[in-house]
C-alpha cells in the first residue's frame, strides 16, 4: 500500500472514484470551495487489507475529525475505536476495508465494513480487545451481516441509532441530527421501553439491497398517549410500497439461500434474529420445540438491535414462552402480549408472534417487537409469514441432518473396533478418514485381533460402494472374520468362506488379511491379498518391495481357493497397507500411484516411525490434487522397532 498523505493526491483520488486496491485515502477530502456548503458531513475511504490500514485509519479519521471540530477525548477515542476495527478486520478477516465516518450536532458515528461475512464477530474474550473496548467507549454499537459484507459500528454522542448507513455523502444534515436528536430526548423523558430503543418506522429502500431503515418522525396528527404515559407514534404506512412488492421477494429469496446453509437448528434461529433486526424489528427471540412430545419450547435465540441489551432481553423472555394464539390459522401472524416485565419502565410497543409450522407440524415460534409503535403494518406481518415458513422448514431439515449425522456415528461404531489398535512389540499407526460430512458408516473398514495363543490378526478392507448398502457388507465381514479366526481357521481358510457369505449379499470386497508371529526378536507375517492394493514393505535401508500377489475380489465367484504368502519383519522393516482412496486419488487423469507413486513416498519417509510414516503419506495424498479426496482413506502402516527387538520376542 502506497500510504498518500497530501491532500492533493488525496482529491485526485477521490475525483477517480476512491483508492485503488493498492492504496489507502490517509486524509478526507478538503474543504470544498466557498458556497459550496463547506465539507459535507459523511466520509468514507476503502483500505487494503494489510498493516498499514490502521495507520491510514487512523489519520484519515484524525483529519476528518479535526476540519469538523472534534478534539480532545471524543476525538481520541473515536481514533482509537477506528484503529482497532480496521485492525480487527484485517487481522480476522483479510479483505480490503471499508471505513465511514459522519458528524452532525455532537454526534458521531463510524462503520468499519469488511468482504467476509462468513467469519462471525468474535464475541468479548475470545479474539483481542477490540470489541470490549468499543462496549467500554462508545455510547452504541453493533453489527450487521449481509451477503456480501459485515460491519460493525459505534457511535459517540447522544442519538439512540446510527445514521443510515445507505445514505450518500451529505444527505445527512445538521438540521436532521438535531431534529432526530432532540426526538430522542423527548422518548427519553416520556419513557422509552426497556428494550426495543428504535423509533417506529417501516423498511425503506436504500442502494445496496433496499433493507435499510431509517428514523420515522410522527404523522402530522402527533403521537398519542398510551396507557403508561408513554408517547408513541402510529403505526406508519409503508413509504416504499413497490419494496414489499419487488424487494420483499429479493429478500425472501436471499433469506432461503442463506438458512439452507445450516445444518444446526441453533444456528438457523439465530440466522433468523440477524435478517428480522434492525430491517423489520428492533428486537427477535426464536423458541423452538425439541420434539413433538415437548410440552413447552426453549427459548433458543435473541436478537436485539442494540448488542448489550440482548442478555437483558433473554432474561425477561425466559420465563414466558409465547401461548399458541386463539382463532389463528397455523403460520399466521398475530399480536402478541409482552410479559410485564418486558414492559418494565411505563414503555410499549408493537409485538407479533408467528408460529414455524411445516407440513402441519409445529416446530417452534418466532416473536418480533418494534418500540414506537401501536400495531406492526400488515404488508411486514405477510413479510414475516413468508420469512417465518422458510424459517420452519431450515429448522426441520437441521434436525433431519442431525439425526443422520447420529445414526452415522452409532453405526460407525458398531462396526468398527472400539479398542486402542495397537500391537505390543510393533510401532502402530492407523489413519481412518471416511469421505463427507456426515456420510453414513461404510466403505473402508479395518480390525486388529489378538489371538488365545498370542498371534494377531490384522485386516483392511473396502467393500464396493458405499452408503447403508456397504454397510451391510461391512457389518458382516468384520465379525465372520473374527469368528473364524478365533475358530483356528487359517488365513486362506477364513478367506475361502468369508467369499461365499459376501457372494450372497451380491456385493464384492476388498481385503488385506494377515495374521502376525513373534519370533526371536523376528515377526513371521502370512497375508493374503483379495483384489487390494498390493501392501509394501520396506526394510531399514529405505527399499521398498511388494509383500503379497494380487488375487480375486471377494464376493465374485464361488469356487475360489485363495493362497497366502509369507515374510519376515526385521527389526527397521515396516509393513504398509492402504486401501484405493490412496492410490486411485485422482488429479486430472493422473492417479496418485501411477508410476509407483505409492512406493516412492514410502520410500522416502525412511527413518520415520509408524506415525510419522502415517502422516507423511496422508499430506501427500491430499497434496496430490486441490481438490478433497473423493473416496474414504484407510492406512495401517506397522513398524518393528530396531531397539526393541529383543522385547517384542518376550511381548509374542
Known amino acids: 500500500m502506497n500510504s498518500v498523505d497530501e491532500a492533493g493526491m488525496a482529491q485526485s483520488a477521490e475525483r477517480k472514484g476512491g483508492a485503488g486496491a493498492d492504496t489507502a485515502i490517509a486524509v478526507p477530502p478538503p474543504l470544498a470551495a466557498p458556497g459550496g456548503g463547506g465539507m459535507p458531513h459523511a466520509v468514507r475511504t476503502e483500505l487494503p487489507g494489510n498493516a498499514l490500514a490502521a495507520g491510514a485509519a487512523r489519520r484519515f479519521a484524525r483529519v476528518a475529525l479535526s476540519r469538523w ?9 473515536a481514533v482509537l475505536l477506528v484503529s482497532e476495527l480496521v485492525t480487527n478486520a484485517v487481522v480476522h478477516a483479510g479483505t480490503s476495508v471499508g471505513l465511514e465516518c459522519r458528524y452532525a450536532a455532537g454526534v458521531l458515528y463510524a462503520e468499519v465494513a469488511d468482504l467476509h461475512p462468513a467469519r462471525r464477530v468474535a464475541a468479548h474474550g475470545e479474539e483481542g480487545h477490540g470489541l470490549r473496548l468499543v462496549g467500554a467507549l462508545a455510547k452504541e454499537w453493533g453489527f450487521s451481516y449481509r451477503r456480501d459484507r459485515k460491519s460493525v459500528w459505534f457511535q459517540l454522542g447522544t442519538a439512540a441509532h446510527p445514521p443510515d448507513a445507505g445514505d450518500g455523502a451529505g444527505a445527512e444534515t445538521a438540521a436532521d441530527a438535531a431534529r432526530e436528536t432532540g426526538a430522542v430526548r423527548e422518548r427519553q423523558r416520556a419513557g422509552t421501553p426497556a428494550f426495543g430503543p428504535l423509533p417506529g418506522g417501516a423498511p425503506r429502500e436504500g442502494p445496496g439491497d433496499g433493507l435499510s431503515r431509517r428514523p420515522q418522525s410522527c404523522p402530522s396528527g402527533g403521537p398519542v398517549e398510551e396507557p403508561g404515559g408513554a408517547a408513541q407514534c402510529p403505526a406508519p404506512r409503508l413509504p416504499h410500497r413497490d419494496w414489499m412488492c419487488n424487494g420483499a421477494l429479493s429478500f425472501l429469496a436471499e433469506a432461503s439461500d442463506m438458512l439452507a ?64 394464539a386463539g382463532r389463528v390459522l397455523p403460520g399466521r401472524a398475530s ?45 411486514v406481518l405477510g413479510l414475516v409469514e413468508d420469512f417465518t415458513r422458510r424459517v420452519a422448514l431450515a429448522v426441520l431439515s437441521a434436525r433431519r441432518y442431525a439425526l443422520q449425522e447420529n445414526i452415522s456415528r452409532i453405526l460407525q461404531r458398531g462396526l468398527l473396533p472400539s479398542e486402542e489398535m495397537h500391537v505390543p512389540g510393533l510401532d502402530t499407526a492407523l489413519v481412518y478418514e471416511p469421505v463427507g460430512e456426515g456420510t453414513w458408516a461404510g466403505g473402508d473398514f479395518y480390525d486388529l485381533l489378538r489371538l488365545p495363543d498370542g498371534r494377531w490378526r490384522f485386516a483392511l478392507g473396502d467393500v464396493c460402494g458405499n452408503g447403508p448398502e456397504a454397510a451391510v457388507v461391512t457389518g458382516l465381514a468384520r465379525p465372520v472374520l473374527r469368528l473364524l479366526a478365533r ?15 459376501v457372494g450372497e449379499q451380491a456385493r464384492f470386497l476388498s481385503v488385506v488379511y494377515g495374521e502376525l508371529a513373534f519370533r526371536d526378536g523376528l515377526v513371521d507375517c502370512t497375508l493374503t491379498c483379495a483384489g487390494h492394493p498390493l501392501p509394501l514393505v520396506r526394510d531399514a535401508a529405505g527399499q521398498v518391495r511388494t509383500a503379497a500377489l494380487p488375487q480375486l475380489l471377494l464376493g465374485v465367484a464361488q469356487q475360489v481357493s485363495y493362497e497366502c504368502q509369507s ?16 492410490t486411485e486419488r485422482r488429479c486430472g487423469r493422473r492417479l496418485f500411484d501411477d508410476g509407483d507413486g505409492l512406493a516412492a513416498c514410502f520410500a ?49
Not at 69 to 77: F, I, K, N, S
Open 335 to 379: 399480536p402478541w402480549r409482552r410479559p410485564e416485565d418486558a414492559a418494565a419502565g411505563g414503555g410499549s410497543g408493537a409485538s407479533a408472534q408467528c408460529d414455524l409450522v411445516v407440513g402441519g407440524r409445529l416446530v417452534g415460534t418466532l416473536v418480533i417487537g418494534r418500540a414506537g409503535l401501536l400495531r406492526i403494518p400488515d404488508e
Open 604 to 652: 522416502d519417509s525412511a527413518g520415520l516411525d509408524a506415525g510419522g510414516t502415517a502422516e507423511r503419506l496422508r499430506r501427500a495424498v491430499y497434496a496430490f490434487a486441490p481438490d478433497l479426496p473423493a473416496d474414504d482413506l484407510a492406512m495401517l502402516v506397522l513398524r518393528l522397532p530396531e531397539a526393541t527387538g529383543t522385547a517384542a520376542a518376550s511381548t509374542g
Open 567 to 582: 515374510f519376515t519383519l526385521h527389526p527397521g522393516d515396516t509393513l504398509l497397507c492402504v486401501t484405493d482412496g490412496v
Open 69 to 77: 471540530g472534534v478534539h480532545g477525548t471524543p476525538a481520541d477515542d
Open 487 to 501: 475358530e483356528g481357521h487359517s488365513v486362506p481358510e477364513t478367506l475361502d468362506r468369508l467369499n461365499r457369505e
Open 261 to 324: 446453509g445450516h445444518t444446526d437448528e441453533d444456528k438457523v434461529a439465530s440466522l433468523a434474529g440477524q435478517l428480522m433486526v434492525p430491517r423489520f424489528a428492533d428486537w427477535c427471540a426464536v423458541w423452538l420445540l425439541d420434539d413433538e412430545r415437548s410440552r413447552l419450547p426453549r427459548l433458543a435465540r435473541v436478537w436485539h438491535a442494540q448488542e448489550g441489551r440482548i442478555e437483558e432481553l433473554r432474561a425477561r423472555l425466559a420465563g414466558e414462552p409465547p401461548a399458541p
